[in-house]
C-alpha cells in the first residue's frame, strides 16, 4: 500500500477516497463527503483557483435558513467532525462529542456543516489535484491565503443556501477561519466561537512552522514538489515525519511530556551512547509515522503558509481596527497550558471585540491539543453559547 497521493494518475471522482488517503483504490465505497464547485475564486495574492469543496452535513436546514452552524477544522483536520473512520474517512470524527443529537451543538436543532479547507487533501481541490492540462497542481498549486480559504467557502455557503451563520466555531487554524469569517463576512456571521487561536501569526509560531517547512522541503523525495509520479513507497515520508514532529511538540505542553515520559528509555532501548531512544523520542517517532499514510506533503507545504498570512488586521486599518468592526456576539476560548496559542492572544481577541466578553479558559495539562481533548469542559461552555442563538435558531 502507497501513501502518497496522485499515483494514480488522475483526481478522485466525486464520492471517491480522495488522493491524499494511502488506502484509496479504484472501487472503494463512497464516504459521507458531498462536493461543491467553488470556481474560480480570485486569489488575494493574484490568480484564480478553480476547484471544488468537499463538505459534511449534519441536520436539515429550517425553512428561513436561520439555524446554519459553520464547524472549522484545525490543520490536518477534515470535513469529518463525527463518526467512526471508514471508507471514505481515514481518520474518526475528530469532534463526536460536541456534534450531535442531544449534544452541545444539536444536530435536531442545529444544520451543521463542516466543509474540508481549500488547498487541504481530503476531497478539497489542492496540490495533489489535477489541473486544467490533467496534471496534478504539485509545485504550481498557487499560494493561499486564510482569506483565500474563506472565500471558497462563502462560496459554498452560497452553494448551501445559508445566507447567515447562526453559529462559526472553529480552533487553531479553524480559528483562523472563524475571525476572516466574521471580517470578511460580517452580514453573514451571527456568533463566533474562536478556540485556542489568535488573530495574527506571531514570530514564535512562524518560527515553529519555518522549521517543519523547511523539513518537507530537504527530503531529496520531496523534489521541489514534484513527487506524485513516485513509485509506491515513495515520497517525502521523512520530511513529512519530521515536520509532524516539530508541529507535535508544540501542540502538548512540557509538563505532560514530563509527567507521561521524563527520562524514560524506550522499553529496552539504551540511549546513552546514541544506540537508543528515550521513550518521548519514541512517542514523537509514531506521531511522525501516523501522518504521512492520511495526509499530503504539499498541502503541509501550503496549509502552514496560509496561517503565517494570517493577520486579521492586513488592509483593514490595523488589528485593533479589524476586531473592533466585528459585530457578531464572541464566546473566545483559550487553553491555559497551550504554548503554541499562548492564552494571551486569546486576551488581544477578546478585548478586540465589540462584543467579545470574557475568556473562557479551558484547564488542561495537555497543551494546544486541549481543544481536541477536553470535551467536558468545552461542552457546557458552547452548550450553554448554542442556546443563547435560540433567537435566530427558529
Not at 461543491?36 to 436546514?61: Q, S
Not at 445559508?162 to 480559528?175: E, Q
Amino acid at each position: 500500500m502507497h501513501s502518497d497521493p496522485g499515483f494514480e494518475g488522475r483526481a478522485p471522482e466525486p464520492g471517491e477516497l480522495p488522493p491524499a488517503s494511502g488506502a484509496w483504490r479504484d472501487g472503494d465505497p463512497p464516504g459521507h463527503r458531498q462536493f461543491a464547485d467553488i470556481g474560480p475564486v480570485v486569489l488575494e495574492r493574484g490568480g484564480v483557483l478553480d476547484g471544488r469543496l468537499a463538505y459534511e452535513t449534519w441536520g436539515t436546514l429550517n425553512g428561513t435558513g436561520t439555524n446554519a452552524v459553520l464547524v472549522l477544522h484545525a490543520l490536518t483536520g477534515d470535513s469529518h467532525i463525527r463518526g467512526p473512520a471508514g471508507p471514505g474517512h481515514p481518520t474518526a470524527g475528530w469532534w463526536t462529542e460536541l456534534i450531535g443529537p442531544g449534544s452541545p451543538i444539536d444536530t435536531e436543532r442545529w444544520f451543521v456543516v463542516a466543509p474540508n479547507i481549500l488547498g487541504g487533501c481530503q476531497g478539497s481541490t489542492g496540490p495533489a489535484s489535477l489541473g486544467p492540462d490533467g496534471r496534478p497542481y504539485a509545485s504550481r498549486f498557487p499560494y493561499l491565503t486564510i482569506r483565500d480559504t474563506v472565500a471558497a467557502e462563502l462560496v459554498l455557503a452560497d452553494h448551501l443556501g445559508v445566507d447567515r451563520w447562526a453559529l462559526v466555531i472553529g480552533g487553531s487554524l479553524g480559528g483562523h477561519r472563524v475571525l476572516e469569517w466574521a471580517a470578511m463576512a460580517p452580514d453573514r456571521v451571527a456568533a463566533i466561537v474562536p478556540i485556542a487561536t489568535g488573530a495574527q501569526t506571531t514570530a514564535d509560531q512562524i518560527a515553529w512552522a519555518h522549521a517543519g517547512l523547511q523539513a518537507i522541503r530537504a527530503d531529496p523525495a520531496f523534489r521541489g514538489g514534484e513527487y506524485y509520479d513516485a513509485p509506491p513507497g515513495g515520497g517525502p515520508h521523512v520530511g513529512l515525519g519530521i515536520a509532524r514532529q516539530i508541529a507535535h511538540t508544540t501542540y502538548r505542553s512540557a509538563g505532560e511530556l514530563d509527567a507521561r515520559f521524563g527520562r524514560d528509555a524506550q522499553g529496552t532501548e539504551e540511549p546513552l551512547g546514541g544506540g537508543g531512544r528515550f521513550a518521548v523520542q519514541s512517542y514523537l517517532d509514531h506521531q511522525g509515522a501516523k501522518l504521512p499514510p492520511r495526509f499530503d506533503a504539499n498541502s503541509y507545504v501550503v496549509l502552514p503558509q496560509a496561517m503565517l498570512s494570517h493577520d486579521l488586521g492586513r488592509g483593514r486599518g490595523g488589528l485593533q481596527a479589524a476586531l473592533a468592526s466585528i459585530q457578531a456576539e464572541a464566546l473566545v476560548v483559550a487553553v491555559d497550558s497551550d504554548r503554541l496559542f499562548l492564552p494571551e492572544l486569546s486576551e488581544v481577541i477578546a478585548a478586540g471585540l465589540t462584543h467579545g466578553g470574557p475568556v473562557h479558559t479551558v484547564h488542561s495539562a495537555y497543551g494546544h491539543d486541549g481543544f481536541l481533548i477536553e470535551f467536558a469542559q468545552l461542552a457546557p461552555l458552547i452548550a450553554r453559547f448554542a442556546a443563547g442563538r435560540g433567537d435566530i435558531a427558529t
